[in-house]
């Protein structure tokens, strides 16, 4: 096996190498592709699985002969070259009946409608062996706040999650939900713009277990956040169970780069994460090749996604067994046993006890911690020196 070959679960959504370069400005500058050429496409470039919305299988305007036709082919196409579909989702953001939102949307026809075609799309989902269900809300926002309770909002999302996880239950299907939170574009603000909105949001829901949620890169750069951070509280309360890979300038435009082509510092500490805390389900590439590319562009876009990750997986392994750096980790995090009395449950003895303790905070503070050893270190590491 080459150094650096795709051995984890790389998943690839069909919008992503099947993206045809359009884009507000410009027209396609790739033929489009049809859902057995993209998943042959994924095979021979190494990916594990395929995911998608539910129109970029089926077409909306499909008849059910047509829909039986794609989905026997789709299946034959998976079932020659291997490939899986971890995660299914539900395109609520082209069509113009969702200019308004789908899930939020003030016309009770659409909300309805956004139901019945999310059920349909569920249905699709399992069908082709989905165990996730992505929701992203890319409509749900607004222009202008006059024209919709932000309140009203919140609570029009969460009917909507209880009905599906409701609906999930009632045909027993073997599905979990992934919520995938986005600031804005294409609408001006999008409700639960971050992961942590969602994090807040699911434990709203009716059913909190059966939801998680999909962090994207790209979308918590757009917020001007650390990634690594909002996808460590999620893993902390156990609810990464999908995450989208890609890349994204900071202050930008929504630019679903392949993922290590802007930021490959963060990059890797997302990767370390991930990697020390072993996590274990699909490494989503929601992304896109440029517009300059042709389709062997586009294979070099889907290899680079995954090889930058093997590489950075390397990456974390060296750190982690790194002597210098190591040995300063414990010096940093050294315990304290005098400390040790003070920390865990609350106790009043405890609180009196830490009231009465004398610290020498001039003395403290005056302790130099060297991060700038460590994190030269670690940009030596990154920068293949060490
Ligand atoms: C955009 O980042 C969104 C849509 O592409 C899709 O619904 C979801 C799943 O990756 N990400
Ligand atoms: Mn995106
Ligand atoms: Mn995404």
């Known amino acids: 096996m080459t150094k650096y ?5 790389f998943t690839f959504g069909l919008w992503t190498v099947g993206n045809t370069g359009a884009d507000p400005f410009g027209d396609s500058v790739r033929k489009k592709k049809s859902p057995v050429e993209l998943v042959h496409l994924l095979a021979e470039v190494g990916a594990y699985g395929v995911n998608f919305h539910d129109n970029d299988l089926v077409p909306i305007d499909a008849t059910p002969a047509e829909r039986d036709q794609i989905v026997s082919d789709f299946k034959k196409a998976l079932k020659e070259t291997g490939l899986v579909v971890p995660m299914a989702t539900t395109n609520l953001f082209a069509s113009p009946i969702f200019k308004d939102g789908a899930f939020t949307a003030n016309d009770p026809k659409v909300r309805a409608y956004a139901l019945q075609k999310t059920m349909n799309a569920i249905d699709l989902g399992v069908e082709c062996g989905a ?7 890319g409509r749900e926002g607004t222009e202008s706040d006059a024209t919709k309770d932000p309140v009203t909002a919140i609570k029009r999302n969460r009917e909507a999650m209880n009905f599906l996880t409701e609906y999930v239950i009632d045909q027993g299907y073997d599905l979990r939900f992934a919520l995938e939170a986005k600031p804005n574009e294409p609408r001006g603000n999008i409700y639960n713009a971050t992961t942590g ?64 082509m802007v930021n490959l510092k963060s990059a890797f500490f997302l990767v370390k994460l991930l990697e020390d805390y072993n996590y274990e389900g699909p490494l989503h590439y929601d992304a896109h090749a440029m517009r300059t590319e042709d389709y062997e562009g586009v294979k070099d876009f889907a290899r680079g996604c995954m090889r930058t990750y093997m590489i950075l997986k390397e990456k974390a392994e060296m750190f982690n067994a790194d002597p210098e750096i190591q040995a300063l980790l414990a010096e940093i995090n050294a315990e304290d046993p005098e400390m040790d009395a003070f920390f865990g449950p609350y106790s009043r003895e405890k609180a009196i006890a830490l009231k009465n303790h004398g610290f020498d905070r001039c003395g ?23």
């Open 5 to 9: 070959a795709p051995t984890k679960k």
């Open 131 to 137: 165990k996730i269900y992505v929701f992203w809300g």
């Open 197 to 260: 909105n969602m994090l807040a949001f699911i434990e709203t829901l009716d059913h909190p277990e059966m939801v998680g949620v999909n962090p994207e890169v790209a979308h918590e750069h757009m917020a001007g956040l650390n990634f690594t951070h909002h996808v460590a509280q999620a893993l902390e309360a156990g609810k990464l169970w999908h995450i989208d890979l890609n890349d994204q300038a900071f202050g930008r435009y929504d630019q679903d780069f392949r993922f290590g």
């Open 364 to 386: 403290i503070a005056k302790r130099g911690l060297k991060y700038e050893r460590l994190d030269q270190l670690t940009n030596e590491i990154i920068l293949g020196v060490r």
